[in-house]
């Protein structure tokens, strides 16, 4: 069945260093969309990208969506105590457009 | 504007009891979802509501559990009986628009079954 997967389970990172997480597709997606949940949180919606190709930029935040449609990154330069959560990636199912999610990556800043 | 509402935030129940969870959606929003995650099996869609109707129930576990949208303000997840293994965080999510677009989650209810 159709499947996204997203890659790495956890990353460890020093405070200030990057952290990429990306999320690839069995199937070509119309749109894909990222959310974070803080520790103890929920998720929260942080962007939608639709075209092929497309970037887009938040503050230190990222979001690459493929030529092909059917993967996509995240990239945080300089990570922050703030940025610590899981980070999911979600896209319309094929078949009743309903959002099938990636496992997340989970930032874990190193102390 | 308010979010996504969700009661109790928390609940605390013995095994065989009912359990009825509430969400109020944002306003102007016309599709609502329940979700569960637990660590093992991570975020689960449970039942989409478009326009109060039920368009899909395939992620309800089994009959134990059953989801209502009286109005286009209130819904609800009822599990009857209640069983350890119903424990979880269960989010309310809506959007505005149809299933495939963003979602809006609710602070979620942490249920724990004893």
């Known amino acids: 069945g159709q499947q996204v997967m997203q890659i790495p389970q956890y990353q460890h990172v020093q405070e200030g260093e990057d952290f990429t997480t990306y999320c690839n597709s069995s199937t070509t997606l119309s749109n894909i969309q990222w959310y974070k949940q803080r520790p103890g949180g929920h998720p929260v919606f942080l962007i939608q990208?639709?075209?092929s190709g497309e970037v887009k930029k938040q503050k230190r935040l990222t979001f690459q969506f493929g030529e092909a449609k059917k993967n996509s990154s995240l990239h945080i330069t300089a990570t922050q105590t703030t940025d610590v959560g899981t980070y999911f990636c979600a896209g319309p199912r094929d078949s009743n457009y309903q959002l099938i999610w990636g496992a997340g990556t989970k930032l874990i800043i190193k102390p | 504007d308010a979010g996504v509402i969700q009661s109790p935030r928390h609940e605390v129940t013995e095994m065989g009891q009912e359990v009825t969870l509430r969400c109020k959606p944002i306003?102007?929003?016309?599709?609502l979802f329940w979700y569960r995650q637990t660590m093992m099996r991570g975020l689960e869609l449970l039942i989409y509501?478009?326009?109060?109707?039920?368009?899909?129930d395939s992620g309800m576990p089994e009959d134990r559990f059953s989801a209502k949208m009286p109005n286009a303000s209130f819904s609800t997840l009822k599990i009857q009986p209640s069983e350890p293994r119903d424990s979880a965080v269960y989010f309310c999510?809506?959007?505005?628009?149809?299933?495939?677009?963003?979602?809006?989650f609710g602070p979620g209810t942490r249920l724990t079954v004893t």
């Open positions: 999510a809506s959007s505005p628009r149809a299933a495939s677009y963003e979602q809006y």
């Open positions: 509501f478009n326009n109060n109707v039920p368009i899909d």
């Open positions: 306003s102007g929003h016309n599709s």
């Open positions: 990208l639709v075209k």
